[in-house]
Antibody, heavy 114, light 112 residues
């Protein structure tokens, strides 16, 4: 059974940093591209980052480019999202998803507020 | 970016009824490989989105045949027949033909 479990969210102040993790199981993690998607409170879904299965390519939404970094450790079956210079508009539930978007984690909540 | 327009935003339904949700894209979703990467999700309250239909009309594992998807090009429809209580929530379409992937704004299915 495919499982994706996010962690690392919390309440942080504007301008600060946070690193999210997504631990994968039930599939060969190293063979799949992975995504991060976020959802602001009571809002729709926004794709924010993609990393290829071998980390050879990384892509970002304009809204996070230059501030967020996606990475992975295939030896630990773990996907990461490092978030810097956080803004109030980054407040959202953050989901990781397996390439193809068939499987999503339950999400981790990031709140940016002073 | 491809704009995905979902209608209606809110959809009241009676249990046992049938509904349709529309998703229109600002450009054709036919990929150069011949596939159309348009997918449908249901997000129940407090949960992450769950895949219902992939590539326009294919039901994901465990999805009941009350759910069906159709369409082509830029115009797609999700139909739900014999609506049950567990079908209530927000439905989203997603296109992954073009980069970046983009979602529709959502349709909230709620009881009349």
């Amino acid at each position: 059974e495919v499982q994706l479990v996010e962690s690392g969210g919390g309440l942080v102040q504007p301008g600060s940093s946070l690193k999210l993790s997504c631990v994968a199981s039930g599939f060969t993690f190293s063979s799949y591209n992975m995504h991060w998607i976020r959802q602001a409170p009571k809002k729709g879904l926004e794709w924010i980052a993609l990393i290829y299965y071998d980390s050879s390519n990384k892509y970002y939404a304009d809204s996070v480019k230059g501030r967020f970094t996606i990475s992975r450790d295939n030896s630990k079956n773990t996907l990461y999202l490092e978030m810097n210079s956080l803004r109030s508009e980054d407040t959202a539930m953050y989901y990781c998803a397996k390439g193809g978007f068939a499987y999503w984690g339950q999400g981790t909540l990031v709140t940016v507020s002073s | 970016d491809v704009l995905m327009t979902q209608t209606p935003v809110s959809l009241p339904v009676s249990l046992g009824g049938q509904v349709s949700i529309s998703c229109r894209s600002s450009q054709s979703l036919v990929h150069s490989d011949g596939n159309t990467y348009l997918h449908w999700y249901l997000q129940k309250p407090g949960q992450s989105p769950q895949l219902l239909i992939y590539r326009v009309s294919n039901r994901f594992s465990g999805v009941p045949d009350r759910f069906s998807g159709s369409g082509s090009g830029t115009d797609f429809t999700l139909k739900i027949s014999r609506v049950e209580p567990e079908d209530l929530g927000v439905y989203y379409c997603l296109q992954s033909t073009h980069f970046p992937p983009t979602f529709g704004g959502g349709t909230k299915l709620e009881l009349k």
